[in-house]
């Protein structure tokens, strides 16, 4: 009788252990599972190499066009708010430099050629910031914000003159 306890035990415990076990490697490799559905763009590019194994190109071409738009706006968005926080801290060439970078991806952006403008302006850099808030005018003619700064840089660009 003690040994068919030990061995009924034994069995618990190890049926015990083995599920415990299987929990946890079932934890550990959902979990990655789970955080890729947090990034859209990873999720595409694996989704688009899935396909293309398949051979299905089309669709594969597809997620990964997807992807790369997420990224490039991510990456858009990152630059501006960078040079933001840079003109905010006064170091208004780095900020040019990721209004630049921005620009590269978004070309017509009024937004960051607006944020360039301030920018250069802060700078002291009056030609570059008027040809940015005329370049935003042509987009947005109704930018009330470049239209006032144009005002307000090229009286100041007058009264410095004389």
């Known amino acids: 009788m003690k040994k068919v306890l030990t061995i009924l035990l034994f069995l618990y ?9 299987n929990t946890v ?3 550990f490799f959902y979990i990655p599972k789970l955080c890729s559905g947090l990034n859209p763009a990873q999720t595409l590019y694996d989704q688009g190499t ?4 398949k051979g ?3 669709k594969a071409i597809e997620d990964y066009t997807s992807a790369i738009e997420i990224i490039n ?8 708010d960078r040079g933001e926080a840079y003109t905010d801290k006064g170091d208004y060439d780095r900020a040019i430099e990721d209004y ?5 991806i978004k070309p017509d952006n009024f937004f960051t050629l607006n944020d ?3 920018a250069y302006y802060k700078k002291g850099d009056y030609d570059q910031a008027i040809e940015n ?5 042509k987009i947005d003619p109704d930018n009330t914000e470049a239209r006032e700064e144009l005002r307000k840089i090229r009286a100041l660009k007058s009264f410095r003159s004389k």
């Not at 415990?13 to 076990?21: D, E, T």
């Open 13 to 21: 415990v190890s049926l015990f252990f083995a599920v415990l076990i």
């Open 25 to 27: 490697l079932g934890i």
């Open 50 to 53: 899935a396909y293309a194994d």
């Open 56 to 58: 299905d190109y089309d």
């Open 73 to 80: 706006n991510n990456l858009y968005k990152a630059l501006n």
């Open 100 to 104: 630049n970078a921005a620009l590269k």
């Open 116 to 118: 360039r403008g301030y």
């Open 133 to 137: 808030f005329e370049a935003v005018l």
